[in-house]
């Protein structure tokens, strides 16, 4: 089994910044991608931002030049950095990971409990 534990959400005014954490932990061969999404109340599920293994990242629109994905593999850890937060950041923030247990087996999804951000205006 693989565990995603989140830390760093909380209530920031507008033009505040936070910085979220994810922790990978189990059963962990490698791990392919790493990913934020979020969810706001009577909302789907969007994709935030997303990194590879080997670094390539990918942006929501509506985050692009405030946000940051980064990851330390050795720590088996996905960070975003959120800056310039909006009030329509507020959500709750979710880690996704694309787990390989074994050297052959397939990679499969693992997600966190998620963590809440609340930003004021």
């Known amino acids: 089994q693989v565990q995603l534990v989140e830390s760093g959400g909380g209530l920031v005014q507008a033009g505040g910044s936070l910085r979220l954490s994810c922790a990978a932990s189990?059963?962990?061969?490698?791990?392919?991608?790493m990913a934020w999404y979020r969810q706001a109340p009577g909302k789907q599920r969007e994709l935030v931002a997303s990194?590879?293994?080997?670094?390539?990242?990918n942006y929501a629109e509506s985050v692009k030049g405030r946000f940051t994905i980064s990851r330390d593999n050795a720590k088996n850890t996905v960070y975003l950095q959120m800056d310039s937060l909006k009030p329509e950041d507020s959500a709750d923030y979710y880690c996704?990971?694309?787990?390989?247990?074994?050297?052959?087996?397939?990679?499969?999804?693992?997600w966190g409990q998620g963590t809440q951000v609340t930003v004021s205006s």
């Open positions: 990194i590879s293994s080997g670094g390539s990242t």
């Open positions: 189990g059963n962990i061969f490698s791990i392919t991608a």
């Open positions: 996704n990971a694309q787990v390989r247990s074994s050297r052959f087996g397939a990679a499969s999804a693992y």
